[in-house]
């Protein structure tokens, strides 16, 4: 394997959370998505016109108590850096739950606090915005709930039905008016007093599909590797792009010095000693630091100097994506048992603060964001002990790239495949 794709391989690695197990991920062709099976998978990177176009597809997915007492859960893929309508849509939809529980080593949360009614307040804003962002979907012109369930996508009705009440409660009121003949739909809450008017949390809650936010400004999130990529690959990185300090949302991580100790490692983070180094592989890599962090960061500018490579490179990504977790274990000695490590470590983590909210009765919708590659093993701590079953998916595209774009042909880009599919499965050993 060329020293390119090792490097590529553990970015897509970072990129989709440390790790991914193959039957977590899948490849289709062009077909319409409507027709295609939905096996459990988390990601799927879907191609057309002959290869000349690919997107890499994360899901939401839904589950709901088997015994129908309980919070509803959603599990949403991270993918690291993407373009910017893929974070905007996850902001918009995780925002409207009750509690978002997020991946990130070593946060530290700054910001503002609330709760009580302050609390519900803003979720409920949200939740309408969310609502509203489903309404547009579907062309703006609602007639009441029953029209809204009629016209989702049934596999999506779960996400609907579990934001159509407000904080409080009470069961939104949706319909439209006629303004200078012009239909405005709308999504209001009457707020924590449940009467017409009022101030600060009393005030009537309302949104409008004909209305929508603006999104989020993205900004730069430090110098790190991922950064530098989503700078050079004309995206985005979910740091700069995703508000994390909303009151709903609360980490669900390791600190970054026990990441490091289960790791075997005896450093302190954010003490290089001088060396440059932080002394772990990893964290040099992500960090931009050490050898393998500059090799990294030399490749990264010179994708990102070359038109016709950053196509092509971003095309890698989706494809190396898929494959990333076979192709680290297939390297065998301490990285892909360390990867193993990482997941199992951090899923644990995850999964406690999941029993601690199922068991809260005020908690009636948990969003849960994290690398795709630890969702499997959520999945799994779901589906058997806590006693959930699947109940919908919701699919948002992540990364598009468009190979013509950078003046390649389909005769090179079935070239280009063929040999990183023969380079991959001879590291696979197929």
Not at 241 to 268: C, F, I, K, T, Y
Not at 328 to 352: C, Y
Request: hydrophobic fraction near 45%; aromatic fraction near 6%; proline fraction near 4%.
């Amino acid at each position: 394997m060329s020293c390119r794709l090792r490097l590529l391989t553990c970015l897509a690695s970072a990129l989709m959370g440390v790790s991914c197990p193959a039957w977590a991920i899948r490849d289709v062709d062009a077909r319409p998505i409507e027709a295609i099976e939905d096996d459990g998978g988390f990601l799927r990177t879907i191609q057309s016109d002959d290869g000349m176009r690919a997107r890499l597809e994360a899901a939401i997915r839904a589950y709901v108590p088997i015994d129908g007492d309980g919070p509803t859960i959603f599990l949403a893929s991270a993918v690291h850096i993407g373009d910017a309508e893929f974070y905007h849509e996850l902001q918009t939809f995780l925002d409207a739950q009750d509690v978002v529980l997020f991946e990130s080593v070593g946060y530290e949360d700054d910001g503002e606090r609330v709760s009580g009614d302050a609390l519900r307040a803003a979720i409920s804003r949200r939740r309408a915005r969310w609502l509203s962002h489903v309404i547009r979907e579907l062309g703006g012109d609602i007639d009441g709930v029953d029209d809204l369930l009629a016209r989702v996508d049934p596999d999506e009705r779960v996400f609907v039905e579990s934001a159509l009440r407000d904080a409080w409660g009470r069961p939104f009121a949706l319909g439209a008016v006629d303004a200078n003949g012009r239909t405005i739909g709308y999504v209001a809450s009457l707020g924590a007093d449940g009467k017409v008017g009022g101030d600060g949390v009393d005030a009537d809650i309302v949104a409008s599909p004909a209305y929508p936010p603006a999104p989020e400004e993205v900004s730069s999130f430090g110098e790190g590797i991922q950064q530098q990529l989503a700078d050079a690959l004309g995206l985005v990185f979910q740091l700069g792009a995703m508000r994390h300090d909303r009151p709903n949302w609360h980490n669900s991580d390791m600190s970054a010095q026990e990441l490091v100790d289960r790791m075997g490692g005896g450093l302190v983070v954010g003490d290089d000693g001088g060396s440059g180094s932080t002394g772990d592989p990893l964290f040099d890599l992500l960090q931009g630091r050490g050898f393998l962090g500059k090799a990294a960061s030399f490749m990264v500018r010179m994708v990102g100097a070359n038109p016709r490579m950053r196509a092509l490179t971003k095309a890698m990504l989706v494809d190396i994506v898929a494959q990333a977790d076979e192709i680290i274990k297939a390297q065998g000695g301490e990285l892909g048992r360390l990867m193993d490590i990482l997941v199992h470590e951090r899923n644990r983590v995850v999964i406690e603060d999941l029993r601690e909210y199922i068991a809260n009765p005020d908690v009636r919708t948990i969003g849960v964001i994290y690398g795709a590659g630890h969702l499997p093993g959520i999945e799994e701590a779901l589906l058997g002990e806590m006693k959930y079953q699947r109940a919908g998916a919701r699919w948002l595209r992540a990364i598009e790239v468009d190979l013509s774009e950078a003046g390649l042909s389909p005769v090179e880009v079935r070239m280009l495949r063929s040999m990183m599919r023969r380079s991959l499965e001879r590291q696979l050993g197929r």
